[in-house]
């Protein structure tokens, strides 16, 4: 085995071998403590006496997401190995994790290769928020979570647009309600589409309201078909993630016959 496959079985999220777990375990860590600088970052009295120690440890994280984006783009032949080398670093570059991971380092290098306005180079340092969703590449967790989405995306496709449309269809009427009434809150209806939101997902801010008869009918017939449309898409992802997790468990307990290859499910007792 090569250099190249030793690094491939390191960092590959799907080895199941003992180095490979302990690599992912120590860039999830250090993603994570990324998070919690980020965060203690905005307290004054904690980012101003520890300011050196922060910079050195960002400084740290970046060398490794640095080489661990280098050491990705060099094996990606290993992991699309039925693309041609050029074409299989290409894939990973433009995949979501591969932008993902250009992002997450990219406000480190960007003020050596180019002059921005330094207020914009602050504001850029917020992409380094991005490096959460890498841990998604070594968490079973994200990517049932990623399963469940790639399974549902017509459901969810169906039921989002028909939110829409209700959305469109009860601030038009509102509109037209309550526009002599209350011109003001309701000019127009864009104004009216923020009540719906509001209406619909039954948060009810209570700062556009309706006052005639009509316009408060409407409004508890809207917030009453909210609180089963707007729960639709839940509903549709929580069953999914149970028969993920009840396909997980059925796995699990596969076992395979050594003498005739026959397999077979364990029962539990």
Known sequence: MNLKEKIYNWIDTD???????????VISGIIVLNICAILFESYKEFSIPY?????????????IFSLEYLFRIWIADLHYKEKTPLRARLT?????????????????????????????????????????????????????????????KGDLAVT?????????????????????AQPEAFSNIGQSLWWAVATLTTVGYGDIYPITPAGKLLSGLIAILGIGIVAL?????????VEKIQERKKQKQKCTCPKCGEEFLLKNE
Do not use: C, H
């Open 15 to 25: 080895s199941e071998t003992q180095k490979s777990r302990w690599v992912n375990e």
């Open 51 to 63: 300011r050196s120690k922060l910079y050195y440890f960002e400084l740290f994280s970046i060398v």
């Open 92 to 152: 990973y570059i433009f995949s979501f994790y591969g932008i993902i991971d250009l992002l997450a380092i990219m406000p480190f290098y960007l003020p050596m290769i180019t002059r921005v306005d330094l207020r914009v180079l602050r504001s850029l340092r917020l992409i380094r928020l991005l490096r959460v969703f890498k841990l998604s590449r070594y968490s079973r967790s994200f990517k049932l979570l990623g399963e469940v989405l790639e399974d549902t």
């Open 160 to 180: 989002i647009f028909i939110v829409f449309i209700l959305l469109i269809i009860s601030s038009t009427l509102m509109f037209y309600v309550e526009n002599e």
């Open 233 to 241: 898409p839940t509903s549709i992802l929580s069953s999914s993630f």
